[in-house]
């Protein structure tokens, strides 16, 4: 009964896939780390946008009527 010659190599792995494997390894961390960077990118951009919005409400809220500008008293004539 002949299997095969070489029983002891059936579960090691070659040089090719170890590079194989860390290229991939290498991969995913590059692709992670890319997200990590435009996430923290959209959340500054995020709120800047909210604060400029937050201050325009503000302001809007600051200044509702004419007499808010002290401009009554050029259309109380």
Same mark, same amino acid.
């Given at each position: 009964?002949?299997?095969?010659?070489?029983?002891?190599?059936?579960?090691?792995? @070659?040089?090719?896939?170890?590079?194989?494997?860390?290229?991939?390894?290498?991969?995913?961390?590059?692709?992670?780390?890319?997200? @990590?960077?435009?996430?923290?990118?959209?959340?500054?951009?995020?709120?800047?946008?909210?604060?400029? @919005?937050?201050?325009?409400?503000?302001?809007?809220?600051?200044?509702? @009527?004419?007499?808010?500008?002290?401009?009554?008293?050029?259309?109380?004539?």
């Amino acid at each position: 009964m002949k299997k095969g010659r070489f029983l002891w190599s059936a579960h090691r792995i @070659t040089e090719r896939q170890k590079a194989g494997k860390a290229r991939s390894i290498k991969g995913k961390q590059l692709k992670n780390s890319r997200n @990590t960077v435009s996430k923290q990118l959209v959340e500054h951009h995020s709120s800047v946008r909210d604060k400029h @919005t937050f201050q325009h409400v503000q302001f809007q809220k600051d200044f509702t @009527t004419p007499q808010d500008f002290r401009l009554g008293e050029f259309f109380n004539d």
